[in-house]
């Protein structure tokens, strides 16, 4: 009995081991398998320009966005040049931001900017965000400043909410005069003698919402006043870099916001020379369910699926409002302006939940570029776009905790994209495969690719898939390639993220393909983000 009792458990064990590894050898089977992929890339047959604005970012008054994420102020003892942080600066400099929209966002329709000017700020409110002090240490002057450091352009929402089409229309001159107004003498005493340029305005900000609750009709009445009256003296910015002139767009797919599309643009279509716009926003997040209740950390594949399921929404909702533009402007003058998407979650707890905390993961690394992958498939319409939010808010680049920092895995997609701002979009064709869970089925993989000014031919690959990685054969017309190398950025969680105890550890690494008789192979991981070069 006691040798047998001693005997038994060994047997059992062997029998369990290898029954395991049966176990292991059939379910895993799929996981080790790399799925084969054809990408054929047709370098002649180049599209539209991949607008460089696409990869603009938002910097909304809220939370820490603005006040810690960039705003230090000149007593602060973080490093900070006329109290914008420089390690913020630095690494924002690095992602070549074509434009930063701000001041919001809701906040921007109660925003008065004469209170962000001068040597005496008064203390306001945000109701909007948090319900706190507003100190307008932040602002005109300091956005500006903020911009330079970061070599980025401006784009300003103007308040259609609570403000009047004067004081946008002041705000503006005291921008862009190079004239001697008492405007221009106020902001040269305020330590800007020349005048600034301002690339883009913002004719209010969901207008139908927290804006003001308006009609389309109405909100079309007032947007063609702004546009009349607001207007850029800039004397460079006259002609050729002309100030862009965005309307209220829709804020999703159903009937009343294709109704407003198709109010804005049949009214375009008869614009007379007293109003114009050159672009329509949209806003568009990942949620799944209002209120955002999906967790930035610490969830599973199942919630993985979900989210990317639903980012890919934004391609439905893009044709749908694209081909309402279409009818009244068949030359795709007016821009369709994605100016806030992104993933939105539930606060991290503990956080104040009006300040919009979350964490940044993998998962949000995949959701950014598939979307800019969309964008730069409709390249021809879709001409600018801004991830909500910059630092500390949303889906950001940067999360701070007072003097550190780190950079997020959506940091490290908007870098390694770098080389397609402003490349030639050049068609891929693929079949993606499935990658499914439960009931949800995926294009597994996903791809664009692009020339730049110098002929380079750069790709980029996304396996959405977060168990089998892929063995990607790329077929290249048009060059005779010779090498490929790039950057490959993964991580072994679907939820891993950076922490300010592990800052790197969602990181790109360096990647390079086979190049074979113009062929080019190469495995990309689980659940990752690749952009080579090909030369
Ligand atoms: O990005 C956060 C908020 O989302 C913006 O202020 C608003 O425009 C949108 O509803």
Known sequence: MINKAKKSPRVTLRALFFGLLTVIMMTSAPFVTAQKVELAVDTAKAGAKIDRNIFGQFAEHLGHGIYEGIWVGTDSKIPNTRGIRNDVVAALKALKVPNVRWPGGCFADEYHWRKGIGAQRP??????????????????????????????EAYVSVNVGSGTPQEAAEWLEYLTTAQQTALAKERAVNGHAAPFKVGYLGIGNESWDCGGNMTSDYYLSQMKIY??????FNPEQQEKSHMLKIAVGPGGGEARWTEWTET?????????????????????YTVVKWPPAFKSVGFGETEYAQILKSTLEMEELINKHSAIMDKYDSQKKVALVVDEWGGWYAPVPGSNPGFLVQQNSIRDAILAALNLNTFARHADRVRMANIAQMINVLQ?????DKGNMFVTPTYYVFKMYVPFQDATFVPVTFDAGTYTNGNISLPRVDAIAAKDKTGKVWL??????????AEVEVGVVGIAAKSAVGETLT???????????????????????????GKLTLKVEPKSVTVISVE
């Open 123 to 152: 203390v306001t409110l945000n109701p909007n965000w948090g319900g706190v002090t507003e100190p307008n240490t932040f602002g005109t002057h300091e956005f500006m400043d903020f911009l330079e450091q970061i070599g980025s």
């Open 396 to 400: 950001a680049m940067i999360i701070t």
């Open 491 to 517: 991580a072994p969680r679907v939820d891993s993220v950076n922490t300010f105890d592990a800052p790197n550890a969602v990181a790109p690494k360096p990647i390079s393909a086979k190049v074979q008789g």
């Open 264 to 284: 804005i643009m049949k009214a375009y279509q008869h614009h007379t020379w007293s109003w114009d716009i050159d672009g329509l926003s949209m806003h568009n």
């Open 460 to 469: 980029e690959i996304t396996n959405v898939d977060p168990n089998q990685s």
């Open 227 to 232: 546009s009349r009256f607001v207007r850029n």
